[in-house]
């Protein structure tokens, strides 16, 4: 199970990783307005969620007394290179703590703001919050680029094209990997990891 989560993690990472590639410096710091947040300050929330959450999480609260919350969301950083180095700090935080993840502690009982979570439940619960933040990052970044930015995904219409290229690849009934960087459906392995 360990390996499926870090897998999924590395699938998020690299979405984030493909459009600061594609950002200058100014793009990074760019908002839309004064309510909105710029790819730095949700860089400096995700990694701070990320640092908090994952710091000694078998054994500590996720909700660090040390963390600034509301901090996250005013910018601090002056350069990209400074927003990347946090991003990679707090991915290589979340990495270590799931590679601490075992059959002994999945459904172990740890704390989020003093809420019980089953191990495997704090994993769900931060899936599904971080690609949110980093879908934001890519459509801010999608956004800035405009015609010259290089797709992360299928590209427009390339649909068939892409479905074609997963046919040939998966012929002979290949199930080895899977089908699609987010779809399990077709790997019976993973689909074992979830019978009870």
Same mark, same amino acid.
């Given at each position: 199970m360990k $390996?499926?989560? &870090? %897998?999924?993690f590395e699938y998020y990472k690299a979405l984030g990783d493909k459009s600061f590639e594609q950002l200058s410096d100014d793009q990074i710091f760019w908002q839309f307005n004064e309510e909105s947040n710029s790819i730095a300050v949700i860089v400096k929330h995700v990694a701070g969620n990320m640092l908090s959450r994952w710091t000694n999480f078998l054994t500590e609260d996720g909700e660090k007394s040390w963390r600034n919350r509301d901090g996250e969301f005013v910018n601090?950083? %002056?350069? =990209? $290179?400074?927003v990347l180095d946090y991003w990679e700090k707090g991915w290589s935080c979340l990495f270590d703590a799931l590679n601490q993840i075992n059959d002994e502690n999945l459904y172990s009982t740890i704390y989020i703001r003093n809420e019980a979570h089953s191990v &495997? $439940?704090?994993?769900f619960r931060q899936l599904a919050h971080y690609p949110y933040h980093i879908g934001q990052i890519v459509f801010i970044a999608k956004m800035l680029k405009n015609e010259d930015w290089k797709t992360?995904? &299928?590209?427009?219409? =390339?649909?068939q094209d892409f479905n074609d290229e997963m046919k040939d690849k998966f012929s002979g009934n290949n199930f080895n990997s899977n089908s699609s960087p987010v779809c399990f459906q077709n790997n019976s392995e993973v689909r074992d990891d979830y019978k009870l």
């Open positions: $390996d499926l989560f &870090i %897998k999924r601090t950083f %002056k350069t =990209k $290179d400074e &495997i $439940d704090a994993v992360l995904s &299928i590209a427009r219409n =390339k649909s």
